[in-house]
């Protein structure tokens, strides 16, 4: 007898206030190493307008996001092989329509998802960045959001402010600070105190603590040479620590389920037997 046994996927949204604090980059090499440790792993590049990951990762993209709204065609039709079996659901580049989704291209998302028929653990959604409905949209969508910040008194300054509309709009109180390209350690644990203490004082809410990423030469070479990091440069600093988050994120135990995507998000995962 078959038996369908539907499983939750893991769905984390990686999120900055600001451009250009290396959150593509980040979200990139947390899927390596997630995959890396055995793991199915998705990236999402919900930066519909603008697609980076590609980028990054130098991969050829025939079709992208821009073709399923259109129903040319299929969400399975979209997704490219990544590195380290890491399958990439890809955005369009230059479509300003995009950038903010209307209801039947929200459904249209949805549906596809519910029909999408593979394995996958880890679904890592790379938004774009700042505070547009579409990225509120995907972050509360997912079971987990990590704000990526840099000691930039800007990148704090509107890392807070993602948050600060995230809880006061949307009610969410959970998340994860990952601060990149530190000095070192205690850089970067004052960057986590200051936000937390704002966040507290202000809203009344706490953050976690992910880690940190340093500052590495290594990183500006990989993506010169648009290839991830840990494969590149595996045994650089900053690799190392995106290595140690991923096996942080592995190990914590999240079965919480939020917001109306999160339903047909956990069924992304169709396990049979």
Avoid at 122 to 143: K, R
Avoid at 206 to 212: A, H, M
């Amino acid at each position: 007898m078959n038996v369908t046994e539907i499983k939750t996927v893991r769905t984390i949204a990686v999120a900055s206030g600001k451009g250009g604090v290396g959150k593509t980059n980040i979200t990139a090499n947390l899927a390596m190493a997630l995959s890396r440790s055995g793991k199915k792993v998705m990236i999402f590049d919900a930066d519909l307008g603008l697609s980076n990951i590609d980028v990054i990762l130098n991969l050829a993209t025939r079709y992208n996001i821009e073709h399923l709204f259109s129903g040319e065609k299929k969400l399975q039709d979209l997704i490219v092989q990544g590195p380290e079996r890491i399958r990439i659901l890809p955005a369009s580049s230059g479509i300003q329509e995009l950038t903010d989704l209307d209801e039947f291209q929200r459904l249209r998302l949805i549906e596809e998802f519910e029909n999408y028929d593979d394995t996958v653990d880890y679904l890592l959604i790379d938004t774009s960045s700042g505070i547009s409905t579409n990225v509120a949209f995907f972050c509360m969508a997912a079971q987990e959001i990590i704000v990526v910040t840099t000691p930039e008194p800007t990148a704090m300054t509107d890392a807070y402010a993602l948050i600060k509309v995230l809880f006061t709009k949307y009610q969410e109180k959970k998340f994860k600070v990952l601060v990149n390209s530190v000095r070192d350690s205690k850089e970067a644990t004052d960057v986590y105190k200051r936000l937390s203490a704002a966040a507290e004082k202000f809203l009344s809410i706490s953050l976690d603590y992910i880690g940190y990423v340093p500052q590495d030469n290594h990183v500006h070479k990989a993506v010169r040479q648009q290839r991830a990091l840990l494969e590149s440069y595996p045994d650089s600093d900053a690799a190392r620590s995106i290595v140690d988050i991923a096996e942080k994120i592995k190990h914590e135990n999240t079965q919480s389920v939020k917001g109306t995507l999160q339903f047909f998000l956990g069924g992304l995962l169709k396990a049979r037997c």
